[in-house]
């Protein structure tokens, strides 16, 4: 017996950009990310550029975690080794469940296209368990 077919369902998604230097002019990324979002079919409900700074960023995720009109998170940036990154680190706290093996699937496909330097990215992501 074959996978069943799942029919597509739209998402409401938070972006959030971490970075000391990005403003809505130079977001390159988090702009990416809400045209890939918004061409996949999904809503983007909101999006924010905050500082490199754990208690912040954790702030800012843990009030679209309680939203009941968000139903994903998309962050970029803060995830070197830099002394100023710290997404995983303000992150993992709120997680319920994380997705074993999305960081490793993360630098695979990116290792097609920067190399080694995708060794750089400590990805991680996270399920809320389904209530």
């Known amino acids: 017996m074959g996978h069943a077919e799942s029919k597509f369902q ?7 950009t971490v970075s ?5 002019e130079n977001d390159t990324s988090g702009g ?12 983007v ?11 912040k960023i954790r ?3 843990s009030q679209w975690i309680a939203d ?3 139903q994903a998170v998309m962050i970029t940036g803060g995830t070197g080794f830099t002394s100023r990154d710290s ?3 303000a992150l993992k706290p709120l997680f319920d469940k994380e997705v074993e093996g999305f960081g490793e699937l993360f630098r695979m496909v990116s290792y097609e296209e920067i190399g080694t330097s ?8 996270a399920l809320p368990i389904i209530r």
């Open 20 to 24: 000391d230097t990005r403003t809505e």
């Open 87 to 89: 997404t995983p680190e």
């Open 10 to 16: 739209a998402a409401n998604i938070a972006v959030l």
């Open 59 to 61: 702030a800012i995720v």
């Open 68 to 70: 009941e009109d968000v």
């Open 45 to 55: 409900v909101d999006k924010k550029i905050v500082i490199d700074d754990m208690y």
């Open 118 to 125: 995708t060794i750089q990215s400590r990805a991680v992501a």
């Open 32 to 43: 990416y990310l809400v045209e890939q979002a918004k061409e996949a079919g999904h809503k």
